[in-house]
Structure formats: structure tokens, C-alpha cells
């Protein structure tokens, strides 16, 4: 009986060899996620299920920020106006006077028209082209005042400051005739502009002194902003708490703060769901990043400790990690955790401004890509934290149903 048992095994082997060798089946290979137990992951003290964001709201500040985090999605990215400007500085959410002069944000000289026309929100940006040689510089900002008044007065009282400083003069653009445009030196620009109840500011730097480079570059960054701005409608504040806060539960994705306060930064004002367009602003190299966004339908991200974009399907997660997780020329790769073996992790050769981090690591689970983050000891290959917050970050990817 086993005899016969023996044969037709070999023979059932035989069949399928030879039907594998003669046949081929249509379609293309597709990347598949390793198998992971969440019960064998090490997650240390950090919070491994998902659980229902419920945001600290207590002031109308906090409010505010949720109109900032908004207002980041239709900010225009330096890089649109010119290609080479691709190397992340500062992103400031701006709610009061105070954040508007925040360390990496506007001079606190302004602080004053913040404070004289009560500006309500806010969002900048800055990138450079990393050429100490050869600098090139975009810092982009839109402010929100309550009234056209208000926003235009704030405008004129921008420039009237900036032009405190001795030697500056007018750069004229074509086709703002309102535009409040000076430099000291031609070697760069601020642009003050009122539209609507918005205040558009633009501060652009050129390699040599050139006030038709200058005038240009502030003309397309001024005639982009206008008809981002012109897509949207500004949300009364006393109705920014009736948008939903967590759509389709992207944010009971992402990982929640540490409650041992270990994690690498300060505050929680980008805590909130973004469109691509908004989470853009963060990302190290942010063109082949929003070409992974484009190709993958990435349509929802949620921002909390952990950062979660939701692309189509499987295949684009991992073509979106791929894009998160590129190294720069002096990064280093480091050792996924134990057990998720399709995650990829990094040591940055420079510390994140915004977010204060020196080691991340991208996990993929079904149609999610997530980025957790660390500060990751100096001297050291391996950090357990970073490696706890993948793990942790997994498994609630994994349990969110």
C-alpha cells in the first residue's frame, strides 16, 4: 500500500513539472508581504493596537491649527516654481501671532501686524537647492486674516517694515501692480501680496545679483499660489470642528504619541489628516515622491506619531516605500526590526529640521505605507526605539482591520 502510495505521488509530482515547463500564466509578478505574527513583535512599552483619535482640543488656537493643516494642502512647493529647489527647510503651522514668529518662520519683527490684524492662520514653507555656491532659496507662506481690510492693511504694513532696513528698493512684477516687492542687494526678494482675506509672502534668493531673475521667480510663485488659493473657499472658524477629524479612520492607523514622551519631537501641531499635496511639504525628496503619490493613488494620509499615506493596492505600497525609503548619498541603511522583513530603515546623515529625527523606518502592510521615526544614538548602528516604533507601528496597521 505505501508502495503504491509512493508512485502515485511521484507521478502527481511528474504531471505538474512537466504542465509548469509547457504552460505560462498571464499577467505580471507582483510583490507580496512576508508573513508576520503580531504577537511575536517587540513593541516595548509603545501603544501596539489602534485606537480612536480624539485630538486635544481646548482652545480656539487649537482650532486654528486645524485651519493651518488645511491651509498646507494648497500652499504652492518652492520645487513647482523652480525644479532645483528641492532641499527641505522649515514647514511652520502658524495660528497666532506667537507661532508666526516661531524659530525657522517669519522675523519677529512681524509679529506686530500678526498681532495688529489678528491673523488667524497660517502655513509656510522653505527649500533650497543645497548649493552653498550657487544658493537658490523659495520660502512661500499664505496668511488668513478675518477681513479683505485686514489682510490688505497687514500686507502694507509687512513691507512698510521690511523696508526699516537702509538700501532696499522696488522689484517691480509684471501684472502685480499691488505687489509689495523689495530687495537690498538683488541677490534676493520679499513679496508681500493681499488676495482675498489672504496675505501671500514670497521670499526668493538667486546666485548672482539679478532683479529680472528675482521678478520672475516671484511672478510664478505669486501667479501659482493665486489659483491654488482660487481652488478652495476659506472655512468659517466656527465651522473648521464640523470637518471630520479622522476620515475613513486613517488616523487610528497612525501610531499615537509615546506616553514616556520619548519621541523625537515637540508638539502636536501637524497631528491631523493631510492630501498629498499638504504631507508633500515634509518629504525629503519630494518629486519622486509625488510621482509615487501619482502612480500609486495615494489619496489620504493621517500624521500623528507615525505617519500613514494610503495608496490603491499592494503593489503601489511598495513602489511608495520605495520612494520614502531611497537613501541620500550619506545615509545609511540599517537592519529592518526582527520579524518584518519587508520593512526599510535608515540612519540620516543630517537630523530632519521640522521633525528633529536622525533615523526612520518604512513599513508596509496591505494598501498602507507608514514612516515611523527616532533620534537615533550618534554612534550607534542600531537604535531600539526606532525598531520598537516599526514594530508597534505594524501592529496596528495589522490589527486596524
Do not use: W
Request: aromatic share 8%; proline share 8%; hydrophobic share 35%.
Amino acid at each position: 500500500m505505501r508502495y503504491r502510495l509512493q508512485t502515485f505521488a511521484v507521478l502527481a509530482s511528474s504531471i505538474l513539472l512537466a504542465a509548469g515547463c509547457s504552460s505560462t500564466v498571464d499577467g505580471n509578478p507582483q510583490p507580496g508581504m512576508s508573513p508576520v505574527d503580531p504577537a511575536t513583535l517587540k513593541t516595548g512599552a509603545l501603544a501596539a493596537e489602534p485606537t480612536a483619535y480624539n485630538p486635544r482640543i481646548t482652545s480656539a488656537n487649537d482650532v486654528r491649527f486645524i485651519e493651518a493643516r488645511r491651509m498646507l494642502n494648497y500652499l504652492v512647493h518652492p520645487f513647482d516654481v523652480d525644479s532645483d529647489i528641492t532641499d527641505m527647510g522649515y514647514v511652520k503651522l502658524i495660528a497666532t501671532p506667537l507661532s508666526m514668529v516661531n524659530p525657522g518662520a517669519f522675523p519677529e519683527k512681524y509679529q506686530v501686524v500678526g498681532e495688529k490684524y489678528n491673523v488667524l492662520a497660517g502655513a509656510y514653507v522653505s527649500r533650497t537647492n543645497g548649493n552653498l555656491r550657487g544658493t537658490k532659496k523659495l520660502i512661500i507662506s499664505i496668511l488668513r486674516f478675518p477681513t479683505e481690510t485686514d489682510s490688505r492693511n497687514a500686507a502694507e504694513e509687512f513691507d512698510r517694515i521690511t523696508n526699516e532696513e537702509p538700501g532696499r528698493h522696488p522689484i517691480p512684477i509684471d501684472g502685480y501692480p499691488d505687489a509689495k516687492s523689495t530687495s537690498g542687494n538683488d541677490l534676493a526678494a520679499i513679496a508681500f501680496l493681499q488676495h482675498g482675506p489672504y496675505v501671500i509672502s514670497a521670499n526668493a534668493g538667486v546666485p548672482e545679483p539679478n532683479k529680472d531673475a528675482l521678478a520672475s521667480v516671484l511672478k510664478k510663485t505669486i501667479d501659482r499660489q493665486i489659483a491654488e488659493l482660487d481652488k478652495q473657499q476659506p472655512v468659517p472658524l466656527d465651522d473648521l470642528l464640523d470637518l471630520p477629524l479622522d476620515p475613513d479612520g486613517i488616523m487610528r492607523r497612525a501610531a499615537p504619541s509615546a506616553k514616556d514622551y520619548s519621541d523625537p519631537f515637540f508638539g502636536r501641531d501637524d497631528f491631523g489628516h493631510y492630501q498629498p499635496s499638504g504631507i508633500l511639504h515634509f518629504e525629503r525628496n519630494p518629486i519622486e515622491v509625488r510621482r509615487a503619490f501619482e502612480e500609486g493613488g495615494v489619496d489620504l494620509i493621517g500624521r500623528q506619531s507615525g505617519t500613514v499615506y494610503r495608496t490603491r493596492d499592494l503593489p503601489s505600497a511598495f513602489r511608495l516605500q520605495a520612494a520614502l525609503a531611497k537613501p541620500a548619498k550619506n545615509d545609511e541603511v540599517v537592519a529592518p526590526p526582527p520579524g518584518l522583513a519587508d520593512t526599510r530603515c535608515l540612519k540620516l546623515d543630517y537630523r530632519d529640521v521640522n521633525r528633529l529625527h536622525k533615523g526612520l523606518c518604512v513599513i508596509v502592510y496591505d494598501r498602507y505605507v507608514a514612516v515611523v521615526v527616532s533620534k537615533f544614538p550618534e554612534i550607534s548602528r542600531v537604535d531600539p526605539q526606532l525598531l520598537e516604533r516599526a514594530a508597534a507601528q505594524y501592529s496596528i496597521l495589522a490589527k486596524s482591520g
